[in-house]
């Protein structure tokens, strides 16, 4: 008599031990172990007369497991595949923790010690390291003389130190460069005192002329040059003011030789007489001044409007005899003022920009005209008469018509490279370029040029008209050689060495002594983006020791005793001043994780795998079925759920909203029992009337769905009691606090007593079922909302006894839900009977005599 059948309730007076024990205690046949017979399934309702109580026994909510199991289905398939993982995991990670130690770094991490010195790629390459056996670059010698010192790079307090520096030159002869992708190279300095601790002490910026090396050979660095003058000779008095040079031939001839400098300043000279007397030759060909006719219409000409030339041979003709070498090369200057440095533009001949000059042949110096206007003295030798405006008796006016503005080539630089000198004692310590033009390739070929004017020189003009700037030239010194008397010092070429660099360092190198002083090229991509963490060399930056071909390209290296004369100290790796390249070059050893950090780190790795091990391997092979959310199977393996709802002086309101949230937590399609016990403080008669109702609701809720055949008793009150929880989630203690203590609210009392909750449902999901099956759904809530809304004050009830109230549906099976009131006893206290500070607050422990019996029990 522990429940009353079809729903309805009973109220039993229970001892507090049977009715704890009708609660909690278990079945014993239940425990025997994991059989899955007895995990899955409880007795049937056959087993309440067992003597355990009614809420012993459990009925399954959900169909039994079939006899026959599949032998793979994907549960296993997936813990297969995990175990596989976890062998894989096994073999996998003590080769990755030996890799992680012996495995080299990479590049960008090398010599972390030091500051950022990019690397080189390429310096485990046996090629490159044969190429660095020998040295590359050829370096000026470490001074011995304090003269040749500069002391003003440090200064301490003011003073002077005996650090110092001085100026270092360097020459690159490296043809391979290329081929190892270094297109592009800079001159880094390195200096030590003990060949142990190195610093960089110059680079790129203290470089000159240019912050690196133009040319990497001496052969193709070697190359002669020569600035041509902003004007072409002006024209013949027999042709017309502007002379075109479409279609023409222009020819630079190069020669070592003093005797052919006289024959090459004739105004005129043949082909055979260029064949004859150069030693280099070339030039440009075609329609220039922005022409657009193809250059290579021209006989001889190419297509880039070069003019081609063999070593016998120029503008396809052959001449016996003839020996040339070189390359002769003429390109545009920027600038057309004569005072300015020649920066060229590589342009074909017919992109080339021609400008206008003007000549002035009644110009004369001072001297000239003072002679002139001598009386009975004869006119200048070399003056004809037209330049003679006295002796002609021509006015002014007339001079001035003379003035004559033609178009001239632009100024150009004429570059003669991989030349070679010619044997001999007599020869130009230089060679000498002379310009020739014609318009067909036999000739005649005439001077482009015209230096030895009697009066000023043409001067180019600019866009309006007016002489250029700085275009002039002065009167030269009557002690000048003038071109006739031998045309070497106006048409001499100078060299210009590409592949030498000058270090003007304002770093300071080290003390005055021992000093070991290394040049290194370095790529030029170091300073690209994709060494972004390296922004450039700082001054005294510390670097790794040798070997250096890890990071340069090419190196080599002086020593000495730097700015001490008379001093010989005989110092360890340097031999006549040279720094062997076998201390500078070698084999590279590769850096590892080997350091004491990495092994710490290994070995917390391999104690963490230990403990993982041990951990995981001996449950392993045992599947372990989880969800990765709710799923009703996770309620399968409980025996019960208990929903506790106390009370501690709490209105009736607050306990209702607590018991409607307590009842629709319960896990959709539970498979175990779900308990919601409320836990009366006080025997308060209104708490037992709110319970009551609400088992009525319960009851009361239909348990069939219309147009649905099987049942829905579960479904219906999971869904009636979440809605009810939607509508009372927002009321909170202040608004069912006030509300206990007098008249409730109209608007809390429809959501309170679910008569909201079942409009809401009418109207949406509960639309189409009739009002027949909902009359009793809704007589129970009319009478909730009758208990909620009485004010009368009930006084407790028996006080010394416990009260036990319990409900189930009327179909065990069809839900899993289960409704207990519990009142605990409170019986008067006295100094007889005192609590205990070992139990849960708010449970009274009395003190039960050894040799009682049971009629004393409460």
């Not at 003379?402 to 100024?411: H, M, Q, T, W």
């Not at 009418?762 to 009002?771: G, Q």
């Not at 006893?825 to 005192?834: F, Y």
Request: proline letters at 7%.
């Amino acid at each position: 008599a522990c429940s009353l059948q079809l729903g309805s309730l009973a109220t039993v007076w229970l001892p507090c031990t049977l009715a704890m024990k009708g609660l909690l205690s278990t079945d014993s046949g239940d425990d025997t172990g994991d059989d899955d017979d007895q995990d899955d399934s409880y007795s049937d309702a056959s087993s309440d007369s067992d003597g355990h109580g009614s809420d012993i026994t459990l009925v399954k909510m959900s169909g039994g497991r079939s006899c026959c199991r599949p032998i793979v289905n994907a549960k296993c398939m997936w813990h297969c595949c995990y175990v596989c993982q976890f062998f894989v995991y096994l073999l996998v990670f003590p080769f990755w923790v030996s890799w992680l130690v012996v495995n080299p770094m990479p590049l960008e991490f090398w010599h972390q010690q030091f500051a950022p010195f990019p690397m080189n790629a390429r310096f485990d390459n046996p090629t490159e390291i044969a190429r660095a056996e020998y040295p590359r670059i050829e370096m000026s010698p470490v001074p011995n003389s304090a003269s040749s010192c500069n002391y003003s790079c440090s200064a301490w307090r003011g003073y002077r130190t005996n650090e110092m520096n001085f100026r270092v030159t360097m020459n690159l002869n490296d043809s391979s460069l290329a081929q190892e992708y270094a297109h592009t190279v800079f001159p880094v300095l390195l200096a030590s005192a003990d060949f142990n601790d190195w610093w960089v002490v110059a680079d790129k910026r203290h470089a000159s002329p240019r912050p690196f090396w133009s040319s990497q050979t001496a052969a193709a660095g070697q190359t002669f040059s020569y600035n041509t003058p902003p004007c072409t000779r002006p024209p013949e008095a027999s042709i017309k003011a502007v002379e075109d040079y479409a279609g023409s031939y222009v020819v630079g001839c190069a020669t070592w030789q003093p005797g052919a400098l006289a024959k090459l300043q004739s105004a005129e000279v043949t082909s055979a007489d260029l064949a004859g007397l150069c030693h280099s030759i070339g030039g440009v060909c075609g329609w220039s001044c922005g022409s657009v006719l193809s250059p290579d219409r021209l006989q001889g000409c190419s297509a880039q409007g070069q003019i081609e030339v063999t070593r016998t041979s120029f503008l396809g003709q052959e001449f016996l005899g003839a020996n040339f070498s070189g390359q002769v090369k003429m390109r545009q200057c920027i600038s057309q003022a004569s005072s300015d440095e020649c920066d060229t533009l590589d342009l074909e001949f017919q992109h080339w920009s021609c400008h206008k000059c003007r000549y002035d042949p009644t110009s004369m110096t001072e001297d000239e005209r003072r002679l002139q206007i001598i009386p009975g003295l004869s006119p200048i030798p070399g003056l004809s008469p037209a330049d003679s405006a006295t002796e002609s008796g021509a006015s002014g006016e007339a001079g001035a018509a003379s003035i004559v503005d033609y178009e001239s080539l632009p100024r150009f630089k004429v570059e003669l490279s991989d030349v070679e000198v010619p044997s001999g004692t007599q020869l130009l310590s230089s060679p000498t370029v002379f310009l020739f033009t014609a318009t067909v390739p036999s000739g005649p070929w005439q001077r482009l040029y015209k230096e030895d004017f009697k009066t000023t020189p043409p001067v180019p003009l600019d866009a309006a008209g007016k002489p250029l700037s700085g275009a002039v030239v002065a009167d030269e010194e009557e002690d000048s050689p003038r071109a006739s008397e031998g045309g070497f010092s106006m048409k001499g070429m100078t060299l210009d060495e590409n592949n030498r660099l000058t270090m003007d360092s304002t770093w300071c190198y080290g003390s005055q002594g021992p000093l070991y002083l290394v040049a290194c090229a370095v790529n030029g991509s170091i300073y690209t983006e994709e060494h972004g963490k390296f922004t450039g060399f700082d001054a005294g930056q510390q670097v790794a020791p040798p070997p250096f071909n890890d990071r340069c390209v090419s190196v080599a290296g002086r020593c000495g005793m730097a700015c001490l004369p008379g001093q010989q100290a005989q110092l360890g790796n340097c031999t006549d001043g040279f720094i062997p390249q076998s201390k500078l070059v070698g084999e590279v050893e590769v850096q590892r994780n080997d350091s004491r950090v990495v092994w710490i780190f290994c070995y917390m790795l391999l104690l963490g795998f230990a403990i993982k091990m041990v951990t995981l391997c001996p449950g392993i092979f045992r599947s372990y079925p989880h969800c990765r959310r709710y799923d009703p199977i996770l309620t399968g393996s409980l025996r019960y759920i208990n929903v506790t709802v106390p009370t501690d002086g709490e209105n009736k309101l607050i306990v209702l909203r607590s018991l409607i949230g307590a009842i629709g937590c319960m896990p959709r399609s539970c498979e175990c029992r779900f308990h919601v016990t409320v836990g009366d403080d006080a025997h308060r008669e209104a708490l037992r009337q709110i319970f009551e109702c609400i088992s009525n609701v319960v009851f009361a809720i239909p348990s069939v769905r219309p147009m649905e055949k099987e049942s829905g008793y579960e479904k219906n009150v999971d869904e009636f009691f979440n809605t009810w929880t939607l509508e009372t989630r927002h009321m909170d203690i202040n608004i069912l606090g006030d509300n206990g203590h007098g008249e409730v609210d109209v608007d809390v009392l429809s959501k309170l007593s679910g008569r909201s909750t079942m409009s809401y449902l009418r109207k949406n999901t509960w639309s189409k079922w009739p009002a027949q099956q909902t009359a009793a759904l809704e007589a129970a809530l009319q009478q909730l909302a009758d208990a909620v809304a009485t004010t009368a004050t009930a006084l407790p009830f028996d006080l010394h006894r416990d009260l036990v109230l319990d409900w189930e549906p009327q179909n065990r099976s069809s839900l899993p839900l289960r409704l207990h009131y519990l009142a605990r006893a409170m019986p008067p206290e006295d100094e007889r009977t005192v609590k205990s500070q070992h139990v849960a607050p708010g449970t009274y422990y009395y003190k039960v005599p050894l040799d009682g019996s049971t009629e004393e029990w409460l």
